[in-house]
C-alpha cells in the first residue's frame, strides 16, 4: 500500500494522546459489570505509541481530560487522539472534543455532538434508521416502572444499558429467551448502572463490523465478521460480551468480507450514516448480516486501536500494515458543513 501521508507528510509533529489505561488486575466474577471497561489496555496502549513514534511523530501522553486541558497552551500545533475511556458519566466520551473545541486545539474523531449520538443507543437507531438501515426493534426501560413492556416483548431479546460502550452492562445471561428472566435482569441492570436500559429484538445471523477511515480525498471502508472456528452459527445463539471481549485467549477470531456482500441499500445507508453524525473521522459499525440485509446494533466513533482488533483487522488483511492504519487514523477528517456567508 502506498502510505495514507503522501508526499506531503503529516500536517503536525507532535500527537498528544489522552488514554487512560485499564487496571492489570483479575476481572470481577461478573465481569459486565466493570464500569472501566472503555480504558485501553496496557499492550494496546504500548502497541499504539510504538506506531505513533514509528511514523516520526513525538507523543504527548495524558491520562484524563483535566491534564490536557491543564497543558492545552503547548499543543495548540499538535494533533490530539483521545481513546479516553472515563467510566460512569454518561457524558465522559464527549469531554476531550469539547475541550479542543473551547481551547481551539485540532483533534481527530467525531466532535461532541457525534461522540455523544453514538453512545445513546435510541439516538444512533433513530439516525441509522433515518439513511435507511435496518434496526433489531426495540423499546427504552427509563425506569422501574417501564418494566411492566417487557411482558409483552417478543423473545429471545437483549437487554442492554442506553449509555454505555465496550459491552460494559452485557453478559452471557443477557440473551434473554423468557419474560421473567428478562424482568429480573433489567431491575438488576436499572439499579447496578444507574441508567436507563434499551431492550433489543435478538437477531441471528453473522456478527459483522463495518469500518471507515474518512481521508480528504476518499474515505476507505472494510467489513470484517467476528467468528469462532468450528462453529459457523455461533451468533444464532450467543451475544459477542463483555468477558469475551477482553478474555485474551479468546477463541473467536475475525476475517474479512468483500463489501459487496452488502446490498447496494446498505452500502448506500452505511457511506451516509457519518455525514448525518456529523462526521465520525474514523469509526466501526457494528451489525448482524440476516436474510442478506445488514442489521445496524450500534456505531463506535472510536474503535479499538489494537492490531488484534475487528477495525484494524480488516485494513491488515488487504494489505496495509498496522502503522498504514494509525498513519490513516492520524490523517481522518471529519466532514464540515460550509459556512453561509453573510450577506453584504
Not at 58 to 84: G, K, M, R, T
Not at 123 to 129: E, G, N, P, Q, Y
Not at 250 to 266: H, M, Y
Not at 282 to 310: C, M
Request: glycine share 8%.
Amino acid at each position: 500500500m502506498v502510505g495514507a501521508r503522501g508526499k506531503e507528510g503529516f500536517p503536525f509533529h507532535r500527537v498528544v494522546l489522552v488514554a487512560d489505561e485499564l487496571p492489570e488486575e483479575a476481572p470481577l466474577s461478573q465481569t459486565y459489570l466493570r464500569r472501566d471497561l472503555e480504558k485501553t489496555q496496557s499492550h494496546v496502549l504500548s502497541e499504539l505509541k510504538q506506531a505513533i513514534a514509528s511514523l516520526g511523530l513525538e507523543i504527548a501522553h495524558y491520562q484524563n481530560p483535566a491534564q490536557l486541558a491543564a497543558n492545552a497552551s503547548q499543543h495548540f500545533a499538535d494533533i490530539v487522539l483521545s481513546i479516553y475511556g472515563g467510566q460512569e458519566s454518561r457524558n465522559r466520551m464527549a469531554l476531550i472534543p469539547a475541550i479542543c473545541e473551547s481551547l481551539g486545539l485540532q483533534y481527530l474523531g467525531a466532535d461532541a455532538y457525534g461522540r455523544i449520538a453514538s453512545q445513546d443507543k435510541e439516538t444512533s437507531k433513530r439516525l441509522a434508521m433515518e439513511v435507511g438501515l435496518l434496526t433489531p426493534d426495540y423499546l427504552v426501560i427509563r425506569e422501574p416502572d417501564d418494566l411492566i413492556a417487557l411482558k409483552s416483548f417478543p423473545t429471545p431479546f437483549v437487554v442492554k444499558p442506553l449509555w454505555e460502550g465496550s459491552s460494559i452492562g452485557i453478559g452471557p445471561n443477557n440473551l434473554i429467551k423468557s419474560a421473567t428472566d428478562g424482568l429480573l435482569l433489567a431491575e438488576d441492570l436499572l439499579e447496578a448502572l444507574q441508567q436507563p436500559l434499551i431492550v433489543e429484538a435478538f437477531v441471528p445471523g453473522r456478527e459483522v463490523n463495518y469500518s471507515l477511515i474518512q481521508l480528504s480525498d476518499r474515505t476507505e471502508a472494510r467489513l470484517t465478521e467476528a467468528f469462532l472456528p468450528g462453529s459457523p452459527n455461533h451468533f444464532d445463539s450467543h451475544l459477542y460480551d463483555a468477558e469475551e471481549k477482553l478474555d485474551r485467549n479468546s477463541r473467536l477470531q475475525n476475517r474479512p468480507l468483500a463489501l459487496d456482500l452488502l446490498s447496494e441499500v446498505d452500502r448506500d445507508g452505511l457511506a451516509r450514516l457519518p455525514k448525518i453524525f456529523g462526521g465520525l473521522g474514523y469509526a466501526r459499525i457494528d451489525g448482524k448480516l440476516f436474510n442478506n440485509r445488514f442489521q445496524f446494533i450500534e456505531v463506535t466513533p472510536d474503535a479499538w486501536l489494537a492490531s488484534s482488533g475487528s477495525f484494524v483487522s480488516g485494513f491488515l488483511s488487504s494489505g496495509w500494515s498496522y502503522e498504514d492504519v494509525i498513519s490513516a487514523v492520524l490523517l481522518s477528517r471529519r466532514e464540515r458543513r460550509p459556512r453561509r456567508q453573510a450577506n453584504g
